[in-house]
């Protein structure tokens, strides 16, 4: 029986337990504090996909998990104090359904009066659905090989690195270089989907003059996977990896240009993670540009051409870094414009939390690299082509905004946006160019 056809009630219950184990203040104040307002429906993605998608509809499994763990009474009588569990295999998808129906991309958060984040419980129940078997077939395949501490065993993988690697070397880039003061750390995906950041990034390190290097080998698909999957062992292994390497190197600052939730992670949530800091500053690239220019130490050429800026989520909103971006692209372009939603309630773009990884199209594009079939059970099949109607819908509102703004050229740094934009286009006929931050600005250097 595939993960998708099981159902069983001992799982079920054994995950609410290690649920109630990781329960703390801010999580129960999450679960407990909701009026009903409604008004965090407004700004989620995938409230237009549907009225059952809006945030607090999402995390009421969370919170009848919890409820029955916590009350008593709830206890004694589930179904009287909201706490029943799933009694099916059909209940615990229509679960699924719902948990991936989530970007975690914070909006909720700000907008709740009280600071509830239903994306954070939303992203628990996951992790608890993944280990009853209710995990996309990719994401699991990625979590292994990333847990596996090879990522480019796959061939297609390791020949679109190897070609890389012959770019970067001509740029003259040292790879695994003992006392270099910066770590660029590019994951696999990027390598996969936004190959130009790379380049763009190693051209922006050099002209900045930093003293540099990068892994010879990408040492994670993409931040540790684990950490959306809900491993938390192979999420601390993939974290260990990188701590280790970059303390090997001796550096004291690791740069990203992928501004996604590897940005999150890293920044945040990886020391909570390791129990300890980290020992290295992190930094996206666009903060480095952003203090060059404020410096005068860079200069770029200016263009005439209409562009502007996606906000990833989690660099952003959640990151803190709103008008860095916006502030470095305006010294480029006199036609730099800002999207409407510009500030901390930029809209998503719909495909984040590996939503759009997922998705039929991109097991495609996987499935190219792998060389052969993923084996999709049909019922995953039913799930994912759902799952990407509903992100196409989530996606809406960000489209209409860029095709408002009238910029030719949609510029972000993030792999997943990227990628969302990328299939967000095409199925809205968008016509717009879709550029990383690094890819765009590196165009622009002083000779
Ligand atoms: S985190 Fe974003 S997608 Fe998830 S419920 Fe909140 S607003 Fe909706
Ligand atoms: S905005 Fe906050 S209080 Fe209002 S419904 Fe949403 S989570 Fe509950």
Partial sequence: MSGWEAFSPDTLRSEAKAIAGRLNPVLLHFVEDCVGCALCEVNCPYTPAGEEYGPVEKAEPLRRI???????????????????????AEELDRWAELAYRCTNCGLCYITCPFGIHSGTMIQHLRYSLARTGRIPTLLKMMMDL?????????????KVWSELLGKLEGLGVSFDRKGAKYVYLPSLAEALITPGALVGTAKILNKLGLDWTMPSKPLSVRAPIANLAGDSGAALEVTRRIVDYVAGIGA?????????????????????????????????????????????????????????WHSPCQLGRMGGLIEEPAEVLSSTSKNFVKLESHGLLSKCCGGGNAIAC???????????????????????????????????????AKVDEIRKSGASTVITACVGCVHTLQLASKAHGLGVEIKTLPEYIAELLPE
């Fill in 358 to 396: 997922v998705v039929p199209p991109t097991i495609e594009m996987f499935e190219g690299l792998l060389g052969g079939k993923i084996p999709i059970s049909e019922k995953e099949k039913v799930f994912l082509d759902k799952l990407y109607k509903d992100m196409l819908i989530a996606s809406k």
């Fill in 252 to 308: 004291s600052t690791v740069v990203l240009s992928d501004g996604g939730y590897p940005y999150r992670f890293l920044r945040f949530d990886a020391p909570a993670l390791l129990g300890k800091p980290l020992g290295f500053e992190v930094v996206h690239i666009v903060e480095l540009l952003h203090e060059a220019l404020r410096k005068g130490s860079l200069k770029l050429r200016e263009v005439d051409q209409k562009i502007t």
């Fill in 66 to 88: 919890v409820r029955g763990q916590v009350f008593l009474a709830a206890k004694v009588l589930p179904w009287l104090f909201g706490a029943r569990l799933p009694r099916s």
């Fill in 146 to 158: 990333e847990a596996s501490g090879n990522v480019l065993s796959v061939e297609g993988f390791s």
